[in-house]
């Protein structure tokens, strides 16, 4: 074996790329992981919703489909196997409406999951409902003028040294 400098600190190391005093801690969990975002659970729940919907919701096609979070898994992880958080969009309309939400389709998931809740109330149910309640609160309707989708942002943010 050949003994490299440590990307930390430069002081030679027989292995690896950091010396154990400048190894970087693994901060990430196993739900991080893409087995566990796309697990056994992930892909059956996808696999029903897009047997029930065959069709992309925005433009009726029927090839490469996806199902789409209205409410971002990012932000809402209690709402990722709520189907009245779902809907199914082909990939390339799911890639372009990213991460964001509006007040009006987080208000349309509160309906869904209130009525849901009503025919069957659960412990459960009325988490997601809570979930729900506190996007409607955070989501801007697109209509007003002062609209700021939350999630990415969807401009150039300015930093000191031109756009990032």
Same mark, same amino acid.
């Given at each position: 074996?050949? #003994? @490299?400098? =440590?990307? /930390?600190? /430069?002081?030679?190391?027989p292995?690896?790329?950091?010396?154990?005093?400048?190894?970087?801690? *693994?901060?990430?969990?196993? %739900?991080?992981?893409?087995?566990?975002?796309? +697990?056994?659970?992930?892909? #059956?729940? &996808?696999?029903?919703?897009? %047997?029930?919907?065959?069709?992309?919701?925005? =433009?009726?096609?029927?090839?490469?489909?996806?199902?789409?979070?209205?409410?971002?898994?990012?932000?809402?992880?209690?709402?990722?196997?709520?189907?009245?958080? =779902?809907?199914?969009?082909?990939?390339?309309?799911?890639?372009? %409406?990213?991460?964001? $939400?509006s007040?009006?389709?987080?208000?349309?998931?509160?309906?869904?999951?209130?009525?849901?809740?009503?025919r069957?109330?659960?412990? &459960?149910?009325?988490?997601?409902?809570?979930?729900?309640?506190?996007?409607?609160?955070?989501?801007? *309707?697109?209509?007003?003028?002062? $609209? @700021?989708?939350? +999630?990415?942002?969807?401009?150039?943010i300015?930093?000191?040294?031109? =756009?990032?």
């Amino acid at each position: 074996m050949i #003994a @490299r400098p =440590c990307i /930390g600190c /430069g002081e030679v190391i027989p292995t690896g790329s950091y010396c154990t005093d400048c190894k970087p801690a *693994d901060t990430r969990t196993d %739900r991080e992981h893409v087995a566990w975002r796309n +697990g056994a659970r992930w892909k #059956a729940f &996808s696999k029903r919703l897009r %047997r029930l919907a065959p069709f992309c919701e925005h =433009c009726g096609t029927a090839d490469d489909l996806t199902v789409d979070h209205l409410l971002p898994v990012h932000d809402y992880p209690e709402l990722a196997y709520a189907a009245e958080n =779902c809907r199914v969009l082909c990939r390339p309309c799911n890639g372009k %409406r990213g991460n964001k $939400f509006s007040h009006t389709e987080a208000a349309a998931v509160l309906r869904r999951l209130e009525s849901a809740y009503n025919r069957r109330p659960t412990k &459960s149910g009325r988490e997601r409902v809570n979930v729900a309640q506190r996007a409607v609160h955070q989501g801007i *309707d697109p209509l007003t003028a002062a $609209f @700021r989708p939350v +999630g990415k942002a969807q401009e150039a943010i300015h930093t000191g040294r031109g =756009c990032a």
